[in-house]
T-cell receptor
């Protein structure tokens, strides 16, 4: 079974541009979560999607958005890029949503490394 | 609100020696606890989880972790470290009794195993 696939692996953008990152979850997984990883802040939760609906959102500005398609693939978009958006963006999939009592394991992709110049 | 603390940024251990990576957590209810490992240029890889029951949890690659409710800790351990264990380790928690809460990660501990 294929794992979580994130594309592209590397991106270089300049300030003010926008970027779209893609995530294909493990087959059969319906929940996709996105995280931002930086050396200073560690892993910070961005948002979670389940069945095309955003179920949870972290504390990030509105420039960060996402969506999920009917085949569970997800995209996240960052508009008006800032230098501080440089990070490794990780996507994780799980069978079910992070609801009450959820003990689902999240499986991570290799990430997209975004550099903003 | 739930939180995780990994008090050590870096842990150094000699190959063959036992290793411990510390984690303490805070949740309002009961926790689900997880350990993940990250190798360079890779995503996070699941190691083990505590749900309920036996406080000693065994996971991948010979790792284990002990849940201690009174100390709100979930330390990761291995009896004999290998150089290949050198990586970044993350502890994570989810409140079992709260609805719709995301997984919260600690800041990570870098483990270096020296030959």
């Amino acid at each position: 079974k294929a794992g979580v696939t994130q594309t592209p692996r590397y991106l270089i953008k300049t300030r003010g541009q926008q970027v779209t990152l893609s995530c294909s979850p493990i087959s059969g997984h319906r929940s996709v979560s996105w995280y931002q990883q930086t050396p200073g802040q560690g892993l910070q939760f961005l948002f979670e999607y389940f069945s095309e609906t955003q179920r949870n959102k972290g504390n990030f500005p509105g420039r960060f958005s996402g969506r999920q398609f009917s085949n569970s693939r997800s995209e996240m978009n960052v508009s008006t890029l800032e230098l501080g958006d440089s990070a490794l963006y990780l996507c994780a999939s799980s069978l079910a949503a992070s609801g009450r009592g959820s003990k689902n394991i999240q499986y991570f992709g290799a990430g997209t490394r975004l550099s903003v110049l | 609100a739930q939180s995780v603390a990994q008090p050590e940024d870096q842990v150094n251990v000699a190959e063959g020696n036992p290793l411990t990576v510390k984690c303490t957590y805070s949740v309002s209810g009961n926790p689900y606890l997880f350990w993940y490992v990250q190798y360079p240029n890779r995503g996070l890889q699941f190691l083990l989880k505590y749900i309920t029951g036996d406080n000693l949890v065994k996971g991948s690659y010979g790792f284990e972790a002990e849940f201690n409710k009174s100390q709100t800790s979930f330390h990761l351990k291995k009896p004999s470290a290998l150089v290949s264990d050198s990586a970044l380790y993350f502890c994570a928690v989810r409140d079992r009794d709260s609805g719709n809460t995301p997984l919260v990660f600690g800041k990570g501990t870098r483990l270096s195993v020296i030959a």
